[in-house]
């Protein structure tokens, strides 16, 4: 389900990453990433960076950072599905299958980090019941 990406995973991540084209020009301006900056994002050894495997192909990305040293919480930092799968439930289904790893792991809450203008990723997280907080930009949601 959740496998960690590689070296050898990073096509497959780029693959996920540049047809979300929207999400790349409010990142960084341009619609497309290079292996080099897919390289920075995934295999930086700040955060853990999967692909998300479901039905018997890469649909997603999750990229987690286990304390931020900001505030000692948890953070995703991201959650991307393959542009052809929007809209199809896979954000929900993972980001649930996510948590309950997470709970595994002894988290009781985790935040996120939206960037301004991704309107489309609000409300979807707010739609898991993820709650403004104090943090600029922050959300954060209790795992039940």
């Known amino acids: 389900m959740f496998c960690p990406v590689t070296e050898d995973l990073l096509d497959t991540a780029m693959e996920i990453l540049n047809p979300n084209t929207h999400y790349n020009i409010l990142e ?11 390289e920075n994002m995934f ?6 960076s999967y ?4 039905e018997n192909r890469y ?19 991201l959650l991307m599905i393959h542009a052809d799968y929007h809209s199809k439930g896979y954000g929900k ?4 299958l996510f948590e309950e790893e997470l709970k ?14 991704n309107t489309g990723a609000k409300r979807f997280w707010i739609s898991l019941g993820f709650k403004f907080s104090q943090i600029k930009s922050g959300k954060t949601r209790g795992l039940a």
Do not use: H, Q, S
């Open 43 to 48: 295999l930086n050894g700040n955060t853990e």
């Open 51 to 54: 692909l998300v495997y479901l």
């Open 28 to 38: 960084n301006g341009n619609p497309v990433r290079t292996a080099e900056e897919a």
């Open 59 to 77: 649909i997603g990305i999750i990229d987690f950072l286990e304390n931020n040293p900001n505030d000692n919480c948890p953070w995703i930092g």
């Open 104 to 117: 595994k792991r002894g988290f009781n809450k985790v935040r996120i980090g939206i960037m301004t203008g």
């Open 93 to 96: 289904k993972v980001y649930n």
